[in-house]
């Protein structure tokens, strides 16, 4: 069963653009994560949608949005990125919601903010 | 709110050396436990859980016990590999949902 995966994997932005990033979970996963990962904060999670709704979400300012469609696959936007943006940002699936279903991770998306 | 504290790294030890790194955790409850690898250039891999107190995780050679008493995680290797060279995470979930809480990680290198 293929993994999570990611899209793109690397990415390299200005100051003031905005940036789409893509997931797509395990077959099977109806729940998806994300989590914003740098050195100074360590990882962070950022929301979490369930078919197609978003159940969950951290503490990161209205610049951070996302959807889930109706397949699972999921999208998070950041609008007017700011240089603190740069970060690694990982997708998670689970094949449902509560603290039974374990996690699984995608290889991530590098974001880099000039 | 859970939370969940891990020794700072980085540990470096030398091939066939035995690895404990620990993991602390407060929450309500008896929450879930999970280890978490991180190798470089890549995503979280889940290493090895624990559901309950007294529940044992292992995998890969790796094990660790979840002990109410002490409310620790500690994750153990008996003689590690120089491809065990990884960042590990200890995580909670914070709520009911399932949104993880992770420690700050913990860079382990092996060296020949």
């Known amino acids: 069963k293929a993994g999570v995966t990611q899209t793109p994997r690397y990415l390299i932005k200005t100051r003031g653009q905005q940036v789409t990033l893509s997931c797509s979970p395990i077959?099977?996963?109806?729940?998806v994560s994300w989590y914003q990962q740098t050195p100074g904060q360590g990882l962070q999670f950022l929301f979490e949608y369930f078919s197609e709704t978003q159940r969950n979400k951290g503490n990161f300012p209205g610049r951070f949005s996302g959807r889930q469609f109706s397949n699972s696959r999921s999208e998070m936007n950041v609008s007017t990125l700011e240089l603190g943006d740069s970060a690694l940002y990982l997708c998670?699936?689970?094949?449902?919601?509560?603290?039974?279903?374990?996690?699984?991770f995608g290889p991530g998306t590098r974001l880099t903010v000039t | 709110g859970n939370s969940v504290t891990q020794m700072e790294g980085p540990v470096t030890l030398s091939e066939e050396a035995f690895l404990t790194i620990n993991c602390t955790y407060t929450?309500?409850?008896?929450?879930?436990l999970f280890w978490y690898v991180q190798y470089p250039g890549e995503g979280l891999q889940l290493l090895l859980k624990?559901?309950?107190?007294?529940d044992k995780g292992s995998n890969k050679g790796f094990e660790a016990t979840y002990r109410k008493e002490t409310t620790s995680f500690h994750l153990e290797k008996g003689s590690v590999q120089v491809s065990d060279s990884a960042v590990y995470f200890c995580?909670?979930?914070?709520?009911?949902?399932?949104?993880?809480?992770f420690g700050a990680g913990t860079q382990v290198v092996v060296t020949p």
């Open positions: 929450a309500t409850g008896y929450p879930s």
């Open positions: 624990a559901t309950k107190a007294d």
């Open positions: 998670a699936s689970s094949r449902g919601q509560g603290t039974s279903y374990e996690q699984y």
């Open positions: 077959s099977g996963h109806r729940s």
């Open positions: 995580a909670s979930p914070l709520d009911s949902w399932g949104k993880l809480q």
